[in-house]
Nanobody, 117 residues
Framework: QVRLVESGGGLVQPGGSLRLSCAPS????????MAWWRQGPGKPRELVAVITSNNYTDYAGFVKGRFTISRDNAKNTLYLEMNNLNPEDTAAYLC???????????WGDGTQVTVSS
């Protein structure tokens, strides 16, 4: 079964940067929207950013101006550039793909981002 695989997480100091990546473990259908979600300790899962097939992007208010979502359609890969990180950004970051043909939602297992001095 195809899964999404995230990478790029780690421990970073406040004010630092990380770049996350997400790609499928195998072949999947035509991808429409891609998104990053996150879930901090003891918190509900929340949407971070989304990018559509025509590269329309939208961000949660708490990351606007700091994070940038992008995609490489040739590689079926999703990215999240995160700058000026703060401790409140500590969470597991998960990616989600929505395919149209066939219609399916794919989730990754998450990559941990920890912001601490």
């Amino acid at each position: 079964q195809v899964r999404l695989v995230e990478s790029g997480g780690g421990l970073v100091q406040p004010g630092g940067s990380l770049r996350l990546s997400c790609a499928p473990s195998g072949s999947i259908g035509s991808i429409s929207s891609m998104a990053w979600w996150r879930q901090g300790p003891g918190k509900p899962r929340e949407l971070v950013a989304v990018i559509t097939s025509n590269n329309y992007t939208d961000y949660a208010g708490f990351v606007k101006g700091r994070f940038t979502i992008s995609r490489d359609n040739a590689k079926n890969t999703l990215y999240l550039e995160m700058n000026n990180l703060n401790p409140e950004d500590t969470a597991a970051y998960l990616c989600k793909f929505h395919t149209l043909t066939p219609p399916h939602l794919y989730w990754g297992d998450g990559t941990q981002v920890t912001v601490s001095s």
